[in-house]
C-alpha cells in the first residue's frame, strides 16, 4: 500500500482567498499530487494558477486531457470541464452539470476516491451550498481522510458546515493551520480498509430534472443525499431546491409574457372593426392582465425573501 499521496481540493465563493492561504504554506518538495477544482464561469478564462504559482514554488497548471498524473504537481480544474482521475492519469470531460457547475468538486472527490482509496486526502474550503459533501463522503468511505475549513473562518460556510454535518471529518480546522496539517498527513501509511455507512440502492421519485425535465433517482450514502436524472445532472438537496427555485421563477416569468401577449392580442383584435365581440375581448384582455400583475408580484416578493 502506498503513502497518503494525492490531494484533492474543492472551493467555491471566497475560496481564492482561502486557496492563497494555504498554497504559501506547501513547500517545493511536497510528495503529493494536488487536485484543485474551484467554481468558475465556464465562458471566462480562470486565471487561478497563475494566481497560485505566486504562493508556491509547487508546478501549477490547469488540467490536461489524458496527462500522467506526478507528485509535486497541482493541477487547476480549467473552466466548463470536470476533472477525473484515473490511476496514472487525469482526463477532462463535458459530461453534464453536477451542482449546477462545471467543473463540480464531487465528480473529481469521487474519482479519486475509486481510484486511490486511502491515499487521497479530501479537502472542502469556503463556498455556498453543498458541492462537494458527496464527494468527500466517498473520499471517507474509501478509507480517505476528510478535512474541512472551519466554518466560522470560512468567507463563506455553507460548503464547509455541510460537509461537518454530513461526513464524518477528521479535521475540523482554521485555512491557515491546514498546510501544516496536510504537510504531516503526506507521506503517511493509510489504512487499507473500506469505512462508513453503506450506500443504498437508488429509488425513483415523482421529481423530475431541473435542467432537462427527465426523471429523477434519489441515493443516500449514509447521511448524504443525491438526486440524479438519467442523463447524468447531478444534485446535493441544496442544489436541488435551488436549481427548482431557478426553473419555477423562469416558468412564472414564462407566464407573465404569454399573459401579456395574449392581452395585447385581445385589444388588437378589439381594435378591428370587423371583430363583434368586442366586451368580450376586453374582458379578456383585462383578466389576462390582472392576472399577469398578480403572478409578478408573487415572483418579486418570492425572489426578495429567498435573498
Same mark, same amino acid.
Given at each position: 500500500m502506498?503513502? *497518503?499521496?494525492? !490531494?484533492v481540493?474543492? /472551493?467555491?465563493?471566497?475560496?481564492v482567498?482561502?486557496l492563497k ?6 513547500p /517545493?518538495d511536497?510528495?503529493a ?11 471566462e478564462?480562470s486565471h487561478?494558477p497563475?494566481i497560485?504559482?505566486?504562493?508556491t514554488?509547487?508546478r ?19 473552466p466548463?470541464?470536470h476533472?477525473?482521475i484515473e ?5 477532462l470531460?463535458? @459530461?453534464p452539470?453536477?451542482? *449546477? @457547475?462545471r467543473?463540480a468538486?464531487n465528480?473529481l472527490?469521487?474519482s479519486? @476516491?475509486?481510484a486511490?482509496g ?5 479537502? =472542502? ?5 453543498d458541492?462537494?459533501?458527496a464527494?468527500?463522503? +466517498?473520499?471517507k468511505?474509501?478509507g &480517505?481522510i476528510?478535512i ?6 470560512a +468567507?463563506h ?5 455541510n460537509?461537518?454535518?454530513?461526513? *464524518?471529518?477528521?479535521?475540523e480546522?482554521?485555512?491557515a ?5 496536510? =504537510?504531516?498527513?503526506?507521506?503517511? @501509511?493509510? +489504512?487499507?480498509q473500506?469505512r462508513?455507512?453503506? *450506500?443504498?440502492?437508488?429509488? $425513483?421519485t415523482?421529481?423530475?430534472?431541473p435542467d432537462?425535465?427527465?426523471p429523477?433517482?434519489r441515493?443516500r ?6 438526486y440524479?436524472?438519467r442523463? &447524468?445532472?447531478t444534485? #446535493?438537496?441544496?442544489n436541488?431546491l435551488? /436549481?427548482?427555485?431557478?426553473s419555477? +421563477?423562469?416558468?412564472?416569468? #414564462?407566464a !407573465?409574457?404569454?399573459? %401579456? %401577449?395574449?392581452?395585447?392580442l385581445a385589444? %388588437?383584435l378589439?381594435a378591428?372593426?370587423n371583430?363583434?365581440?368586442? $366586451? ?12 399577469a400583475?398578480t !403572478?409578478?408580484?408573487?415572483?418579486e416578493?418570492?425572489s426578495?425573501?429567498?435573498?
Amino acid at each position: 500500500m502506498n503513502n *497518503r499521496d494525492v !490531494i484533492v481540493i474543492g /472551493a467555491s465563493a471566497g475560496g481564492v482567498s482561502a486557496l492563497k492561504t494555504l498554497f504559501r504554506a506547501f513547500p /517545493a518538495d511536497l510528495p503529493a499530487a494536488i487536485f484543485v477544482v474551484l467554481h468558475v464561469s465556464a465562458r471566462e478564462p480562470s486565471h487561478l494558477p497563475s494566481i497560485l504559482r505566486t504562493r508556491t514554488s509547487l508546478r501549477v497548471d490547469h488540467a490536461k486531457d489524458g496527462e500522467t498524473i506526478q507528485s509535486g504537481h497541482v493541477y487547476v480544474a480549467p473552466p466548463d470541464r470536470h476533472v477525473v482521475i484515473e490511476s496514472g492519469h487525469l482526463h477532462l470531460n463535458v @459530461a453534464p452539470r453536477e451542482n *449546477r @457547475a462545471r467543473p463540480a468538486i464531487n465528480p473529481l472527490f469521487r474519482s479519486a @476516491a475509486l481510484a486511490y482509496g486511502p491515499r487521497v486526502i479530501g479537502v =472542502i474550503l469556503s463556498g455556498t451550498l453543498d458541492d462537494g459533501t458527496a464527494g468527500l463522503w +466517498e473520499i471517507k468511505h474509501r478509507g &480517505g481522510i476528510a478535512i474541512a475549513q472551519s466554518p466560522e473562518d470560512a +468567507e463563506h460556510d455553507q460548503m464547509p458546515s455541510n460537509a461537518i454535518a454530513n461526513v *464524518r471529518v477528521d479535521y475540523e480546522v482554521a485555512v491557515a493551520e491546514m498546510g501544516p496539517l496536510l =504537510i504531516s498527513l503526506v507521506g503517511q @501509511a493509510p +489504512e487499507s480498509q473500506l469505512r462508513g455507512e453503506e *450506500r443504498t440502492v437508488p429509488e $425513483n421519485t415523482r421529481l423530475t430534472c431541473p435542467d432537462c425535465h427527465g426523471p429523477i433517482q434519489r441515493s443516500r450514502m449514509g447521511e448524504v443525499t443525491e438526486y440524479k436524472c438519467r442523463v &447524468g445532472h447531478t444534485y #446535493s438537496p441544496q442544489n436541488m431546491l435551488a /436549481a427548482h427555485d431557478d426553473s419555477e +421563477e423562469r416558468a412564472l416569468w #414564462s407566464a !407573465i409574457e404569454s399573459l %401579456e %401577449e395574449g392581452a395585447d392580442l385581445a385589444d %388588437e383584435l378589439r381594435a378591428d372593426r370587423n371583430q363583434q365581440n368586442g $366586451n368580450n375581448l376586453k374582458q379578456s384582455a383585462e383578466a389576462k392582465r390582472t392576472l399577469a400583475k398578480t !403572478i409578478r408580484s408573487a415572483v418579486e416578493t418570492v425572489s426578495l425573501k429567498q435573498k
